[in-house]
């Protein structure tokens, strides 16, 4: 990192800061713009992207267009306007320069002289909420975004305007909100290595290059002090790991990844000598292609950390992305199956090549092509990852994301070695994702809500072990933050048997947390994942391993009191005070199985268990006055003593079809589970349909090349999976 | 209905009962079959309908298939093996006349064999329930589904069979089971007026027409006493209204028509002289189109009644059902839509005209071609209706459905003046449909599950008014039977102003219920649904208005005292020991405000507090200890007095879109609701964005053309609907 650092640092010196004024140069070029106006017509996707702006612009030609004094939270009027208003001239100057069209131009000029006069009055937003305030916007993060749109905006019209005009705009409607983010916003925001950081560099880059603003570029690039602690540069170092994983996760790499792309875009052609798209080994491409991968069949990204689910990649940011880097990387298959998703492009260069591509590529795939991957967290790799096991082709693909990543700053949840499960595009173990109401005012102005710290962030909300009900890091984010769990080993390469193993030796004091999860495909086509979880306390400790779930109950192996007349909580804090109990059952030397019904699978999680437990089914809703949660049920396994182990078997089985009338295979096949040794080794046997499936690891070496032998079995490696007697794969 | 009888017994005496043998005759004669050989692979849906089932059936060759001792429920082995079977038997049937290959003749001779030795041996099935038992399924209902399957497929193979093998499996297969359900399965069932009827003579019938069984074919048409008490006939008048209408529900005809078009179209080539499709005014074909108008955007059935949601048009009964129609009654838009979904087809000759068509048009519709409709129900059309509300073209469409019928038979619910409301293809005022899990053996053998009598048919499951918390007729089916509500009035021709109003006296003692609703489009493009309800008791009564709704609760206009800690049950039976009240509010003298969110689109319920009442907010869950239940949500007004009256405005409004991240119009626009009288007349004016919408309408005079005075305001018929001071239209 401080290499590049020290070598763009160096390039800085030796070249001129920017070119010789020649606008537009942001979005585009004027050659670019050229070839675009000539082939819009030519493609399907390029006509209806470039009709649909005109539509939207077109309203607004001849009209006042309305600049409110800021007001409103997020939802509200005056935070709605100056969002519309900001994309309005972005999209109005993209038409001048595309029609020639002078009315186009003159609706931008016409908002930005408005800016010019409202922008030097603004106080600190009056709906904003501790130091990160805004100007026009409630936060300051907002502000950024309308300097990266309103930047493009005034270099797509700079050569319609006077100078007079130039310097009414650039002094009055962007020095103030340049000033503003470089200077004044509390805790050094502006160099935060964040998301909001990102935007901030990006909006101030943008104006800087459009304005010819040599000091600004400069901060943009490395900083508001120019020493390289911020600006771009340090966001591309400190932000990814080396392979492209964003630290907040893949719901926070499609916002960022916007900013990112747009100043890399504007640099391409005010600097090319940066040469940023190259930057660390192509850090910008890994990070787009990485958060593709992680993303569910029907596009929307995993909700790893805060995240909303329905977002995926049709959204704004990712048209940006994927259309400017269709063009700066070359064609990629997966990137032509999101754009023919997106069905929409960026008038640039990079859009009009892809609806060209689409217009021509018969055939185009329905899915992304998702594979199973790893991922490593950390700006050198070195803090934990991501490991997404994938199995089955098409829609009928299976997904299990295994997370051993570092915290990921402040949207990070506290969910160490936690686990969920898609299968054929469905959520089945699933993450509750954020609570917040994005843009909806009711709703707290569309921020987050205090549920999602109270519950969503919470360990008892995920799919991973709770230690005497209180959450990792005790929900302490800059405990998290100094910490992050450890693969042990894995294997992803034979569809057939993909395993990870992971440690977690501080969410807890004096308790070591390890799990190994395996996504099997059995001879016969079966799909079923083995969870191991070791716990190891020094002291007798309450166990929780909750499995949040999607889908009806069908039935279980054991009897349970259900809670029928009137329901308690389970707990009072740490997330489960929102759990109401549904039902509980006390549980001794057994197979206990829990089936459910999600859209036309079932799925059975089969537990061992050894001595005793007690399961809760729970429904969240409880301490929940406002109504802001989901009322989602979840199946927990509790287990009370100083070393207890989990050996869940998740099975995918049968169909139901209730248009046919249907069902098949609606009982779980597994017939015992039996568990041989858990010490220096862990040995297990599941019978499943009358099979054996053994499997045997290794708890303290997990080299490649070691040979063990356990239990009359012998294997290289850290693990073996046995099936039938024979080696599965 | 007699006279139609009475000409049909006589026709039957001057006609040959039965053209001499030719075989086959049932599903196709050998000149279609002809027709359709050559012509499947010539379309795209033809050939891989085709091949389908040629794929389906040709596992099966040279196989030993089992036909094994009856003894499951629904979902269990035997059930599913014979029901796959005779499906298996059919489709060899059809390949056999289709390839002129004998190995699919041999397979279902073997069927056939087998089933000629066990159908002799069978005593009532082990897990019958009630004395509608069945031999070869738990009800005789499924044995009659085997009689309509195996009979065609015996006549498909009729001709590869030797005369003995005819005799054995005459005798041995089918004998039995027509004599049992002709002669032995209790309550008269096979004359029963019911789906269960309409199977039980489709099955007789084409066994008897297979068989070339005069006997047989006689009972089919006019009842095991051939008294035209039961059989087709009989249930071609009994069950539907003039208008084609089922009194059982759009859910239930889908069951019923694929046995009365089964049987028909074997009678078309059989009985030609009968011509059962044109009988009574087509019936039949009304009867298709009805159920197909009572269908969402996305193909679901309309759950009236007892109903699963999931099921849609693309089912196999409807496929059968618009594949013949179309050969019969020619062609039509909206079956082609619907067959275009179905995206499979029968192979007979309107399944390929289908084919063809679809082959050969250009843009056929996204969706069935809904109209407002209203259908009467009762034999004579004198027992109620049905109305459906519609407004929108396309995806944009907004249907409420008022249901004023009958009893519906033993699959209806308590729910007499009932609303639903659907926009945009979403439940938004949902019925909870049946509590079921068909064919899934956990659920109680796939059965209707005990909360369908407890839950879902209760009158507080559905949105209209429980008094005293008792549900409509005490919940007496045989006392619901004898009463059906009464339109007062309706128009349904002015897409912006559609109001329907009628009554109900019999389902309270002396309580007098009268409900009218208006699905209302502004000028302004915006779409609201008024609805007054009137109850009028002769004592100090309970009111509860619920309205289930499907989404997230965004806010309400006053306070409530949330559950938080503790949960109990609204109350202890009639469907409200099930539910959970989450909140309550005492509120006075006010507008209460309620809106949720539903996918991307804002909904919110203005009621006119006049006085006080209390609200409740709750949620299905309790006393479920099989956790058979959905836990979706209601809002509940409650008054108490002895003439109440609601008034509540539910408007649709603004839209949400998480991708983009943009809410607009989240708040309702309602600004006033003032009654002005509600006695002789009813006059209210709602504000709604500054506007005034009057709604004025005589309580006492519902024709069309008698001119009335109120208030100032002056109009011809029943009601008056003002905007801004004009007339809406």
């Not at 994983?245 to 100043?263: D, H, N, S």
């Not at 048997?497 to 947390?513: G, I, M, P, S, T």
């Not at 079923?528 to 716990?535: E, G, R, S, W």
């Not at 002291?539 to 009191?561: A, E, H, M, R, V």
Request: aromatic letters at 12%; proline letters at 4%.
């Amino acid at each position: 990192m401080k290499l590049y650092c020290l070598l763009l640092m160096i390039s800085l010196i030796f070249f001129p800061a920017l070119p010789q004024a020649q606008h537009p140069i942001t979005f585009f070029t004027k050659a670019e713009a050229a070839q675009v106006r000539n082939s819009i017509a030519k493609y399907p996707v390029s006509l209806s992207s470039f009709n649909e702006l005109k539509k939207e612009v077109d309203t607004w030609i001849n009209k006042d267009v309305d600049v409110p004094l800021p007001k409103d939270p997020a939802g509200g009027y005056t935070h709605e306007k100056h969002k519309a208003n900001y994309m309005l001239m972005f999209n109005s100057g993209i038409l001048y320069n595309l029609t020639g069209d002078g009315k186009y131009a003159a609706l931008v000029k016409q908002l930005f002289l408005k800016y010019a006069k409202l922008n030097p009055t603004l106080p600190k937003h009056p709906e904003a909420v501790g130091s990160l305030a805004g100007h026009l916007f409630w936060q300051a993060l907002n502000d950024a975004n309308w300097l990266v749109y309103a930047g493009m905006a005034y270099d797509l019209i700079y050569n319609s305007l006077s100078p007079e005009e130039r310097k009414t705009i650039t002094d009055g409607a962007f020095k103030p909100e340049v000033d503003y983010l470089t200077k004044e916003v509390g805790n050094n925001w502006f160099n935060w290595i964040h998301n909001h950081g990102v935007w901030a560099c990006a909006g101030v880059g943008i104006i800087g290059i459009a304005t010819g603003n040599k000091d600004y570029v400069d901060m943009a690039l490395y900083g508001s002090n120019k020493d390289g602690k911020g600006g771009l540069m340090a966001q591309m170092d400190g932000l990814f790991s080396p392979d492209g994983y964003y630290t907040e996760g893949p719901y926070y790499v499609r916002y960022a990844i916007l900013p990112y792309y747009l100043f890399a875009n504007a640099l391409k052609n005010a600097r090319p000598d940066l040469k940023v798209f190259q930057y660390r080994e192509r850090i910008l491409q890994k990070a787009l292609l990485s958060g593709l991968q992680l993303t569910n069949l029907d596009g929307a990204f995993y909700p790893v950390n805060d995240a909303l689910k329905e977002k995926d990649y049709t959204s704004n940011e990712l048209i940006t992305a994927v259309d400017v880097a269709w063009d700066v990387y070359g064609k990629d298959e997966g990137l032509l199956v999101v754009a023919n998703k997106q069905n929409r492009i960026l008038l640039n260069k990079g859009g009009i090549s892809i609806a060209a591509t689409i217009a021509t590529t018969k055939n185009i795939p329905a899915y992304y092509p998702y594979e199973a991957v790893e991922y490593v967290d950390g700006v050198k790799g070195d803090e934990g990852g991501i490991s997404v096991l994938r199995n089955g082709k098409g829609k009928n693909l299976t997904a299990l994301i295994y997370k051993y990543t570092s915290h990921g700053l402040s949207h990070g949840h506290f969910d160490k070695l936690n686990i969920n499960l898609y299968d054929k595009g469905n959520e089945i173990l699933t993450d509750y994702g954020a609570v917040r109401f994005i843009s909806i005012e009711q709703k707290f102005g569309g921020r987050y809500l205090p549920e999602n710290k109270s519950y969503a962030a919470q360990t008892i909300a995920h799919n991973t072990l709770v230690v005497d009900e209180e959450s990792h890091f005790n929900g302490n984010e800059g405990e998290s933050g100094k910490h992050h769990s450890e693969k042990l080993f894995s294997s992803i390469d034979d569809p057939n048997v993909q395993v990870v193993a992971a440690q977690e030796r501080n969410a807890y004091k004096d308790v070591q947390l390890e799990r190994t999860v395996y996504l099997l495909q059995l001879p016969d086509g079966k799909k079923i994942v083995i969870d191991l979880f070791n716990a190891t306390a020094s002291k007798q400790t309450q166990f929780d391993l909750p499995f949040q779930y999607s889908g009806q109950l069908i039935n279980t192996s054991f009897k349970y009191q259900p809670a029928t007349k009137t329901q308690e909580t389970l707990g009072k804090k740490n997330g489960y005070q929102f759990l109401w109990k549904e039902a509980e059952a006390s549980v001794k030397d057994t197979i206990a199985q829990f089936t459910f019904l999600n859209n036309r699978t079932f799925y059975t999680i089969s537990s061992l268990i050894e001595d005793s437990a007690s399961l809760f089914f729970t429904r969240i809703g409880a301490n929940d006055p406002n109504f802001n949660l989901r009322h989602e049920p979840a199946y927990i396994i509790r287990k009370k003593g100083e070393k207890e182990f989990f050996l869940n078997v998740i099975e995918i089985h049968g169909s139901f079809d209730p248009v046919s009338e249907n069902a098949s295979s609606s009982y779980s096949s597994i017939n015992d589970i039996k568990l041989l040794e858990n010490d220096e080794y862990t040995i297990a046997e599941i019978t499943i349909n009358k099979k054996k499936i053994t499997i045997a690891k290794s708890n303290k070496i997990f080299d490649k090349n070691t040979k063990h032998t356990r239990k009359g079995i012998s294997w290289i490696g850290p693990y073996t999976v046995l099936y039938d007697g024979k080696i599965l794969k």
